[in-house]
């Protein structure tokens, strides 16, 4: 036997390579749906550990959207790239680029080398203090799960809300809950605490807690709710359903790719610019450059991203700032046309003494500029950042 299931895999000996494309695409469950959120969390370039159980689930959907050659994922048992297996076959690997001892693994882990650990989500708490060691008299025991979760330097629990039999369905884009799990994951006070989330806050770490109907994100003060499946009820199918309340303040919806059938598009969102490089503050002349190019201004996640993004700049600094906005290449939805310059008026309003926007295509010049028009923007599109730049202080100021 090569694997617990498996008695003899040449793909797994890296003896053949085989085509991603052969690869069974995951059937569209809660495992799916927290998995392809997570994969979300993928940045190219990057090396990752996948944990056991769900985790592995995010190979599988970085296979499916065609991107798993643009980041290392690993497993601890020694695989170094190619699509980490799972179930019983957990720590092999098909078309692995390296196999390794397991001890320098770990050196590699313990050293720092991890960008990203994709692991487990069995119990967690109000302090953001998660268990996967300790279950009433079973001593399931941490693995390697300390190493890895100590020395990442980013990291996301996966796991379902509820355990115990829990069923839920995807109707038209929305998350239905047919049957909760008799348990609840989210408690007051973890049993044994395998991971410190005071510890965590303290330095700064990022992490969030992904399951199928929501997501939250660890700070200083607790666990945040910071977004919500489409279809979830807050009060009934999260809060209702855990042991504390977490801090909830303006969540927004995930992802309404992550509920349908077909691929995402995560190699081309992975392509493009990262979303928080897109903007930049000029300090000496009150200028906040803001690079749309090559964007496509959809779902609503991505508009409530923007308007949060430059809203974190602006808010700080106490004062309102000028702004130069490139929309070369940018593709407005039209299905979310209306969202998108709603915002784009009350962030003005709100944190901007004057804009400039500029575009090299004439048709996207006057596109915008009629679209602006008609919510009493300035519609006038330049043709160049120079021209954007030097005429930014000269448009009328915002009261």
Same mark, same amino acid.
């Given at each position: ?58 190979? =599988?959907? =970085?296979?499916?959207? #065609?991107? +798993? ?46 960008? =990203? ?16 060691? #300790? ?62 989330? +005071? ?20 700070? #200083? ?58 903007? +930049? ?57 209306? =969202?998108?310059?709603?915002?784009? #008026? ?14 090299? +295509? ?38």
């Amino acid at each position: 036997m090569q694997t617990i299931a498996t008695p003899y895999n040449p793909a797994f000996a890296s003896e053949v390579r085989i085509p991603l494309t052969s690869l069974e695409p995951m059937p569209l469950d809660d495992r799916k749906i927290i998995a392809r959120r997570a994969a979300m969390e993928l940045r190219p370039n990057s090396v990752v550990n996948l944990g056991v159980g769900i985790p592995e689930g995010v190979a =599988a959907v =970085a296979a499916e959207e #065609k991107c +798993s050659d643009l980041m290392t994922l690993t497993a601890e048992p020694g695989v170094i790239g190619g699509i980490p297996a799972g179930g019983a076959n957990f720590g092999a690997a098909t078309n692995a680029h390296a196999v390794i001892d397991m001890q320098y693994q770990f050196d590699f882990y313990d050293g720092g080398g991890l960008d =990203a650990a994709f692991l487990g989500l069995a119990q967690a708490d109000k302090e953001g203090n998660l268990n996967v060691s #300790k279950f009433g008299p079973r001593l399931a025991g941490a693995g390697g799960f300390i190493n890895i979760s100590q020395n990442a330097k980013k990291i996301y629990f996966l796991g379902t809300f509820t355990a115990g039999d829990l069923e839920v369905a995807v109707v038209d884009g929305k998350l239905l809950i047919e049957r909760d799990g008799r348990s609840k994951k989210f408690v007051n006070e973890v049993e044994h605490r395998t991971f410190s989330g +005071s510890f965590a806050a303290q330095n700064g770490k990022e992490v969030l807690y992904i399951t199928e109907r929501c997501v939250f994100q660890l700070t #200083k003060a607790g666990l945040e709710l910071i977004e919500i499946a489409p279809g979830v009820d807050i009060k009934r199918d999260i809060i209702d359903r855990m042991d504390f309340e977490p801090i909830v303040r303006h969540p927004r919806e995930m992802d309404p790719r992550i509920f349908k059938a077909e691929p995402m598009g995560l190699r081309d969102d992975m392509l493009r610019l990262p979303f928080d490089a897109r903007f +930049s503050y000029d300090r000496d002349h009150n200028i906040l450059f803001i690079n749309l190019s090559e964007l496509v201004m959809k779902p609503q996640q991505t508009i409530e991203r923007y308007r949060e993004r430059i809203r974190s700049i602006a808010e700080p600094l106490g004062h309102k700032v000028y702004a130069v906005v490139d929309y070369d290449g940018f593709e407005l939805d039209r299905d979310f046309e209306d =969202a998108y310059l709603d915002a784009v #008026k009350e962030i003005g309003d709100r944190h901007f003494l004057g804009v400039t926007r500029f575009a090299t +295509s004439a048709f996207m010049r006057a596109k915008l500029g009629e679209a602006l028009g008609k919510r009493g923007v300035a519609p006038h599109i330049y043709e160049s950042k120079d021209e954007a730049k030097g005429m930014v202080k000269e448009t009328i100021p915002r009261t």
